[in-house]
T-cell receptor, first 108, second 111 residues
Framework: AQRVTQPEKLLSVFKGAPVELKCNYS??????LFWYVQYSRQRLQLLLR??SRESIKGFTADLNKGETSFHLKKPFAQEEDSAMYYC??????????FGAGTTVTVRA | DVKVTQSSRYLVKRTGEKVFLECVQD?????MFWYRQDPGLGLRLIYF???????EKGDIPEGYSVSREKKERFSLILESASTNQTSMYLC??????????FGSGTRLTVV
C-alpha cells in the first residue's frame, strides 16, 4: 500500500522568510513523488516532480529515500505563495495518492 | 487553453437522486481519474480508467460508479445521492508519463 503524510495542516510564515513543507511517504517500490499546488479559486496544478529535479517558482524538493521524505522548500516566501499544497506519490500503476494537504499563508 | 472540462461548477441535489458528473478532456489521454477533495483528508481516489470501457475501483468506490464510453469522456455516477457525498469532485487525466491535468472541480451539495 502507498501512503503520503503531510503532518502540518496549516503553515504561516512572514514574507521573505524560509518555508518548508514536510512530506513523508510509505511505498515498497520506487515511487514517483510530486508536489501539487492549488491557489485560491484555481484548479490543482503540478508544481514539481522529483524526477525532473527542477526548481519551479523558487521551490525545490529533494527525495530522501532513507528517510522516505520529499520536503518542499523555498528560501524566501512571497505573498503569492499562499495556497494549498499537496504532496503526492505514484507507483507503477499511474495512480496518484495524495496527502491531506498543507495550507500556507504568507503574511506581509 | 482549457484541457479538462467538468460540466458543472456547482450542483445541489436531493438525497436519493441519481447524479451524473461529467468530465471531458481534449488531450487524447489514456488515463482518467475521479477524486473527491475534503478538508483535512486531501484527495481520495474514487475510480479510474486506463482505456475506453475499462474501469477500476479506487480507494473509496462505495456509492459511486463510472462510465467511459469514449476516450475523451469519463462520467461519475452517484446511484443514490447521500449527504455524506457532499464534497468537491475533481476529474483528472494523464498520459503514461504520470503528469496529471485537473479539471476545475464540481462542488456537489446533497440536501
Amino acid at each position: 500500500a502507498q501512503r503520503v503524510t503531510q503532518p502540518e495542516k496549516l503553515l504561516s510564515v512572514f514574507k521573505g522568510a524560509p518555508v518548508e513543507l514536510k512530506c513523508n511517504y510509505s511505498y515498497s517500490g520506487s515511487p514517483e513523488l510530486f508536489w501539487y499546488v492549488q491557489y485560491s479559486r484555481q484548479r490543482l496544478q503540478l508544481l514539481l516532480r522529483h524526477i525532473s529535479r527542477e526548481s519551479i517558482k523558487g521551490f525545490t524538493a529533494d527525495l530522501n529515500k532513507g528517510e522516505t521524505s520529499f520536503h518542499l522548500k523555498k528560501p524566501f516566501a512571497q505573498e503569492e505563495d499562499s495556497a494549498m499544497y499537496y504532496c503526492a506519490l505514484s507507483g507503477s500503476d499511474y495512480k496518484l495518492s495524495f496527502g491531506a494537504g498543507t495550507t500556507v499563508t504568507v503574511r506581509a | 487553453d482549457v484541457k479538462v472540462t467538468q460540466s458543472s461548477r456547482y450542483l445541489v441535489k436531493r438525497t436519493g437522486e441519481k447524479v451524473f458528473l461529467e468530465c471531458v478532456q481534449d488531450m487524447d489521454h489514456e488515463n482518467m481519474f475521479w477524486y473527491r477533495q475534503d478538508p483535512g483528508l486531501g484527495l481520495r481516489l474514487i475510480y479510474f480508467s486506463y482505456d475506453v470501457k475499462m474501469k477500476e475501483k479506487g480507494d473509496i468506490p462505495e456509492g459511486y460508479s463510472v462510465s467511459r464510453e469514449k476516450k475523451e469522456r469519463f462520467s461519475l455516477i452517484l446511484e443514490s445521492a447521500s449527504t455524506n457525498q457532499t464534497s468537491m469532485y475533481l476529474c483528472a487525466s494523464s498520459h503514461t508519463d504520470y503528469g496529471y491535468t485537473f479539471g476545475s472541480g464540481t462542488r456537489l451539495t446533497v440536501v
